[in-house]
């Protein structure tokens, strides 16, 4: 598709970045037509308490009815079914991957992360489904950054999300995994409440974040992917245009396909060659001191992690009533 025959914005992001669904709602990817779609704790358990979708959750319990399993590890072996079955379902509608969310409760646990992606995937394939449509999700903890660094080598590809720092990023890349998620929307919220500046466009402090990361992996030719997330705005999305991937909630989808106009790339290869960053190395003690430095990444990436493990909890919640 051309510019001159791309009618709306959402048209002409889709010539420069992949477009990603930030959702659990099958309905919205359907009409959006993304490649890929993501899913996180809370949009799982939003999506599972409406009506339409009760049935994949009802099926999960269902399934699991003559389980030898009791207590905790019944209620996590259905919340994995109901990953499962969600994830299956965004298959069928997208033509490439879907990210599927290890239990934040496991951001510091390396090898309880390493143990319950294996798990994911394994269920995956025993639908029939190729790990090469998978991303495994875990927070950029340094501990989730190490789990990724081991899955990858056994080719499973991991989404490091609550990514909120340069530190964060580095170490990512220099692990080696497929995909990292910055949270552009609530760098912005940060900044907003500290400084009370309403910032706008490339002036915008989570722009400015996934713009340096971008430059930094493409001048130094890492092969992690740059998925800006968490928009609160068409303005965040429009600055990023370029990126390898954005993921968009439907909201913000449908705003960008009711905008006309032209939209400029803004992310390149040769700005970021041009670039005047330096290329540094991140052991766990320089990962942590450069991490802690970073108020806001600090206090971001902690709220994440109590949020979807508050999620998951209520999750854990709704099928103890079902069962």
């Given at each position: 598709?051309?510019s001159?025959?791309?009618?709306?914005?959402?048209?002409?992001?889709?010539?420069?970045?992949?477009?990603?669904?930030?959702?659990?709602?099958?309905?919205?990817?359907?009409?959006?037509?993304?490649?890929?779609?993501?899913?996180?704790?809370?949009?799982?358990?939003?999506?599972?308490?409406?009506p339409e979708?009760?049935?994949?959750v009802?099926q999960?319990?269902?399934?699991?009815?003559?389980?030898?399993?009791?207590?905790?590890?019944?209620?996590?072996?259905?919340?994995?079914?109901?990953?499962?079955?969600?994830?299956?379902?965004?298959?069928?509608?997208?033509?490439?991957?879907?990210?599927?969310?290890?239990?934040?409760?496991?951001?510091f646990?390396?090898?309880?992360?390493?143990?319950?992606?294996?798990?994911?995937?394994?269920?995956?394939?025993?639908?029939?489904?190729?790990?090469?449509?998978?991303?495994?999700?875990?927070?950029?903890?340094?501990?989730?950054?190490?789990?990724?660094?081991?899955?990858?080598?056994?080719?499973?590809?991991?989404?490091?999300?609550?990514?909120?720092?340069?530190?964060?990023?580095?170490?990512?890349?220099?692990?080696?995994?497929?995909?990292?998620?910055?949270?552009?929307?609530?760098?912005?919220?940060?900044?907003?409440?500290?400084?009370?500046?309403d910032?706008q466009?490339?002036?915008?402090?989570?722009?400015?974040?996934?713009?340096?990361?971008?430059?930094?992996?493409?001048?130094?030719?890492?092969?992690?992917?740059?998925?800006?997330?968490?928009?609160?705005?068409?303005?965040?999305?429009?600055?990023?245009?370029?990126?390898?991937?954005?993921?968009?909630?439907?909201?913000?989808?449908?705003?960008?396909?009711?905008?006309?106009?032209?939209?400029?790339?803004?992310?390149?290869?040769?700005?970021?060659q041009?670039?005047?960053?330096?290329?540094?190395?991140?052991?766990?003690?320089?990962?942590?001191?450069?991490?802690?430095?970073?108020?806001?990444?600090?206090?971001?990436?902690?709220e994440?992690?109590?949020?979807?493990?508050?999620?998951?909890?209520?999750?854990?919640?709704?099928?103890?009533?079902?069962?």
């Open positions: 598709m051309s001159a025959t791309a009618s709306n914005h959402l048209d002409q992001l889709k010539q420069y970045t992949t477009v990603v669904a930030d959702t659990g709602d099958f309905a919205s990817i359907e009409e959006y037509k993304p490649q890929d779609a993501t899913t996180n704790p809370s949009l799982i358990l939003q999506a599972a308490a409406k979708y009760k049935h994949l009802e999960a319990v269902n399934e699991h009815a003559s389980s030898e399993l009791t207590g905790a590890a019944l209620i996590e072996s259905i919340i994995d079914r109901i990953l499962i079955l969600f994830g299956s379902e965004i298959l069928k509608i997208v033509p490439g991957r879907v990210s599927t969310e290890v239990d934040a409760r496991l951001s646990d390396t090898e309880g992360t390493v143990t319950k992606a294996r798990h994911l995937i394994a269920l995956y394939e025993a639908e029939g489904i190729s790990r090469d449509r998978i991303l495994i999700k875990m927070a950029s903890t340094w501990e989730g950054i190490r789990a990724a660094e081991q899955l990858e080598k056994d080719g499973i590809h991991c989404n490091l999300t609550l990514l909120f720092s340069f530190a964060q990023a580095v170490a990512c890349a220099e692990a080696g995994v497929q995909l990292i998620s910055p949270f552009v929307g609530r760098i912005y919220d940060w900044y907003k409440k500290d400084t009370g500046i910032y466009g490339a002036d915008d402090p989570g722009v400015l974040s996934v713009q340096k990361i971008y430059n930094y992996y493409k001048k130094f030719g890492y092969r992690t992917e740059v998925m800006g997330a968490s928009f609160r705005n068409c303005g965040q999305i429009t600055e990023l245009a370029g990126s390898d991937l954005l993921t968009i909630s439907p909201g913000l989808l449908e705003e960008l396909q009711n905008t006309p106009g032209e939209l400029t790339q803004k992310l390149t290869d040769e700005n970021a041009a670039s005047d960053l330096e290329k540094i190395h991140l052991d766990e003690k320089d990962f942590r001191f450069m991490f802690n430095e970073d108020a806001m990444a600090t206090e971001k990436t902690a994440g992690i109590r949020n979807f493990s508050a999620d998951i909890v209520k999750l854990e919640d709704l099928i103890k009533s079902l069962i």
